[in-house]
């Protein structure tokens, strides 16, 4: 244990122009630029902290005990101490596997062929795309993206309706393209609604390729969790610890999901989400998950600002170099991208690309 004095704390609202290429773009959220809240932590030694606060990669300015014993927990770590060293040998060898969320954006028909294409050649077998403005083209994008990857079991296809649809419209809408074989719909509608999750997972369960269910990006606290499995609403949780009120609350829904036997996915969709998840995912793969089929989700950017960033072999996060929680930003990352004062966010003011969000109060 550390020593040490909290003498100073910085804050930083850090965001990049990722809607300039679309990176983030779907039906529900348009024209997205990734943003976190960035927080310093000094000490009166030479140690610092340093962590990441997101939402929806925007809105910076805004701002269980009866499911699982302390007991329970302790007991559940307790288990299985030789599945534990056959699992860590694994992580060494062929890191933790990942997903590539980053060929379903609001793409021409071109990308999605080119995004899908290149994460063909990096070995991944699992593709999540995003829904369409309208159903028919949540058809016709699914029906482009698996006769690109094809059709071969292996070939795995998730959908995340990023709560657009209302309990009906994701019935119909599934029951659509249920021929292209999706894995799963993540999000199907909005996350507050629990029995509508319920509802549509029975739903989904009766077609001819049977579909499951995930929630869990934009679900802020372990309470909403344990509903979910009260009532049986998902297959799997898709945990976003940048949500939740950090790692203690995370590792309550860990727990959880084990004493359920839900598998636990993790999001990474927002700027540092994938630094930070893959430690959490790790330890869980190694000490809890009775799962061996567990992913992390992985999109391609943001991560060269960070300055112990993930790294991705034949589609599997490799382990990080360091301990800790890998939030660091780098400092020219800090002085381009804070907003408003970043170098490179004055330059698009002045250029007209973008406008000052924080002048809309100025007359």
Request: charged residues 25%; glycine residues 6%; positive net charge.
């Amino acid at each position: 244990m550390i020593e040490a004095e909290i003498v100073d704390i910085e804050v930083y609202d850090v965001r990049f122009p990722t809607s300039m290429w679309q990176f983030g773009n779907d039906s529900m959220h348009t024209n997205p630029n990734h943003a976190c809240t960035y927080v310093i932590i000094h000490t009166n030694t030479k140690y610092k902290g340093y962590g990441i606060a997101t939402t929806l990669g925007r809105g910076n300015e805004f701002g269980t005990r009866d499911v699982v014993t302390e007991e329970e927990a302790i007991e559940m770590l307790k288990k299985d101490q030789s599945r534990k060293e056959k699992r860590k040998k694994i992580l060494e060898n062929k890191g933790h596997p990942a997903y590539t969320a980053d060929i379903g954006w609001s793409f021409s028909n071109q990308q999605f062929r080119s995004a899908c294409k290149k994460f063909k050649k990096l070995e991944f077998k699992e593709y999540k795309i995003c829904v369409g403005p309208t159903i028919p083209v949540s058809w016709k994008k699914c029906n482009l993206i698996r006769n690109v990857i094809g059709k071969r079991s292996d070939k795995i296809l998730i959908v995340d309706a990023n709560q657009f649809w209302d309990k009906h419209e994701a019935i119909f809408s599934v029951k659509g393209f249920n021929k292209m074989r999706p894995y799963c719909i993540e999000e199907p509608t909005s996350p507050d609604d629990v029995l509508g999750h319920v509802a549509i997972r029975a739903a989904l369960k009766k077609l001819k390729y049977s579909v499951q269910v995930s929630c869990g990006e934009t679900c802020a606290n372990r309470v909403l969790f344990k509903q979910f499995l009260k009532f049986g609403g998902i297959d799997f949780w898709n945990i976003n610890v940048g949500r939740l009120g950090g790692i203690n609350e995370a590792l309550a829904v860990y727990f959880m999901a084990k004493k359920h036997s839900i598998p636990v996915w993790g999001h990474a969709g927002e700027v540092g989400s994938g630094e930070m998840i893959q430690h959490l995912q790790m330890w869980n793969f190694i000490c809890l998950s009775e799962f061996t089929d567990i992913k992390i989700e992985y999109r391609s950017h943001q991560h060269g600002y960070f300055e112990d960033p993930v790294f991705i072999r034949n589609a599997a996060y490799l382990l990080p170099n360091r301990p800790g929680f890998s939030t660091q930003l780098k400092n020219k990352c800090i002085m381009r991208w804070s907003y408003p004062e970043g170098t490179r966010w004055k330059h698009l003011f002045v250029t007209k690309r973008f406008k000052n969000e924080l002048n809309y109060q100025k007359k």
